[in-house]
């Protein structure tokens, strides 16, 4: 006769001690086939050695109910007439009774269990090999979404609020087990540059002396001994960068100089072959530097990587290339291959940001005797960059479309005072201490006593430049912005600012869904770089409604956002459908294309 077996009758074995099987089987072979069965566990707490009753104030030990093991009985009998020895594959699920929560006395109740067949009326059974099989219960049904789902309000021209359920969550969920593709060393390099660009480094030449160096008393320590050696630490990691970056440019520059020193020993001396003339070459700087000739050509092979990025990326490639240009030269892994192409196209993007970010980075090249002022300035987006032109200002890309265009920075939203005096109408709550109202932390401007970190790119921590630049878009679009560091997903890209206005029509603007002060944000001419986003309907970034210190913001979130990506956004159908215009985001899902002939130019 075969038995029913089971992971959980064979768990059960070994918990027991107690091969209750034999039994088992025979009381299935005696049951009428048309019968439904479960096996019903039940436990009782005793007590070793047994205790007087009277000892134990009146209890009285109670079965508990531990729940049950549906049996299928019509695949065991089949087994069982057929004298199979296979083993059951099927892992069952153990059912337990709700009820026997619920005190003493519900223990002695037999559950109701749902007949599997009754269950999968409708739907074919699944199938099993042996005689467990897993119940259907309600607790493992899938709510249904649409309960759910909420209502998207009427957007006016652009998308202000997306749909809180849709809100990008700082990591994805269900990621475990996903492999991604890791970046090449070149990528790394470059990220790495864009990171040391758009960051707080200074790099100005400063000279280290007494003078300048905040002094540790030697007392214990206090608020001030903390205070000075956090300056201390700030001036010294300063000093250390802006000297790193000095020696990489005196390093490349020395094998310009090197380079030239042999093909003049070459001139000087005809008869001598290309490795003689560089081994006396090599010979007269070991005699300066007090290096042994392994060592300096040891040497030469990295710094020759800095010169090779040098006269591929500019400059301000170099100085601002960071510690990791070190390994990179070292190893060379697709450096000949990739690197070279990828800096000639980003130098002219590289050098305006550096030289309107940071104007005293070119004072480091008077050590090697380059005079030279900024070639970009005024702010970083002023200028539209291209990888196949040099850039461009961004008043002469409106030129054609308005002759008069000005266009004013601003990091803070500008109330119209024709049309909102001096009240704000973002305001909603006016006190001196506020707290978020995502995260219920305490609010301020000053970084050291704010809690809140919902989005630390812009509100309450030290704020670094965006790492953004306008650019020139191939698809038609004139103007766009590219992201030069990666935007993780859920994390702030900028605020929508420009002027705040109401009753403005025929413009884009951003419309307040608020239903007392129906406000307007208009980017015309002031705003920032949010102004220049343009519309995708596969878009990588979206609106979202955030409270800063009592006062509405609209702030530009990322769906994850790679480095070199273009930022875009959904400007809703409320923009869309009375205009006439055509979509040139040209995805694939485009709800948009070509919807009425242009007509033609006179």
């Not at 929560?101 to 999968?120: C, D, F, N, T, Y």
């Not at 990588?540 to 913001?553: D, M």
């Amino acid at each position: 006769m075969a038995m029913v077996s089971s992971k959980a009758i064979q768990d059960l074995v070994t918990i027991l001690r107690h091969d209750f099987t034999v039994e088992l089987n025979a009381s299935l072979a005696s049951l009428p086939p048309q019968s439904s069965t479960f096996l019903k566990i039940h436990a009782e707490i005793c007590i070793d050695p047994p205790a007087p009753q009277d000892q134990l104030g009146g209890y009285k030990s109670q079965p508990i109910y531990l729940g049950s093991v549906s049996l299928d009985h019509t695949e065991s009998h089949e087994h069982l007439n057929q004298q199979c020895t296979i083993p059951v594959t099927t892992e069952p699920s153990l059912l337990r009774d709700d009820t026997m929560m619920k005190g003493v006395e519900s223990a002695h109740k037999v559950p109701e269990l749902p007949s599997i067949h009754q269950s999968s009326s409708l739907e074919k059974r699944r199938k099993t090999i042996g005689g467990l099989t897993i119940r259907r219960g309600g607790c493992d049904e899938m709510p249904d979404d649409s309960s759910t789902s909420s209502q998207a309000g009427n957007s006016t021209v652009r998308q202000l609020q997306t749909e809180s359920r849709v809100f990008p969550q700082r990591k994805k969920r269900n990621d475990h087990g996903v492999h991604h593709l890791q970046p090449s060393s070149v990528e790394k390099f470059v990220a790495g540059v864009w990171k040391q660009i758009y960051s707080n480094v200074e790099l100005a030449p400063i000279l280290l002396d007494s003078d300048c160096v905040p002094m540790i008393t030697s007392g214990g320590p206090n608020i001030e001994t903390f205070r000075a050696i956090n300056s201390l630490c700030l001036k010294i990691t300063t000093v250390a960068r802006r000297c790193r970056s000095l020696e990489t440019i005196i390093q490349a520059h020395w094998v310009d100089c090197f380079d030239y020193r042999v093909k003049e020993i070459g001139i000087q001396n005809p008869f001598l072959s290309n490795t003689d003339t560089k081994m006396l070459a090599l010979r007269e700087a070991c005699t300066i530097l007090k290096w042994s000739e392994k060592e300096l050509r040891n040497r030469l092979a990295i710094w020759r990587g800095y010169k090779e990025i040098k006269d591929a990326g500019g400059w301000a490639c170099l100085a601002f290339a960071g510690s990791g240009v070190y390994r990179l030269c070292k190893y060379r892994v697709g450096f000949e291959k990739n690197l070279t192409g990828r800096l000639e196209r980003l130098q002219f993007s590289l050098e305006v940001a550096a030289d309107t970010i940071h104007p005293e980075w070119r004072k480091l090249l008077k050590f090697i005797g380059i005079e030279c002022q900024p070639t970009y300035t005024g702010h970083p987006h002023d200028w539209v960059v291209c990888d196949t032109a040099k850039p461009v200002t961004l008043k002469s890309t409106y030129m054609q479309w308005d002759p008069d265009f000005e266009f004013s920075h601003l990091e803070e939203s500008v109330i119209d005072q024709a049309a909102w005096g001096i009240e704000d109408p973002r305001m909603v709550e006016n006190s001196s201490t506020v707290t978020c109202r995502d995260c219920g932390r305490l609010q301020s401007n000053n970084s050291s006593i704010n809690e809140c970190r919902c989005f630390p790119e812009l509100y309450g921590c030290c704020k670094a430049p965006p790492p953004v630049q306008v650019f020139r878009t191939p698809l038609g679009m004139n103007n766009g912005i590219i992201a030069r560091c990666e935007f993780a997903r859920g994390s702030a890209i900028g605020e929508f600012v420009g002027l705040v206005t109401k009753g403005m029509e025929g413009k884009d603007v951003m419309q307040s869904k608020s239903t007392e002060n129906q406000y307007q944000i208009y980017q015309g001419r002031m705003g920032n770089y949010t102004r220049f986003v343009n519309h995708s309907c596969a878009p990588n970034s979206q609106f979202q409604k955030f409270y800063w210190l009592g006062t509405e913001r609209i702030v530009l979130v990322s769906k994850r956002i790679e480095a070199g990506e273009e930022i875009t956004v959904d400007y809703s159908h409320e923009y869309w459908k009375d205009l006439d215009k055509d979509c040139l985001c040209g995805e694939l899902c485009c709800r948009y294309p070509r919807r009425r002939a242009r007509p033609s130019a006179s």
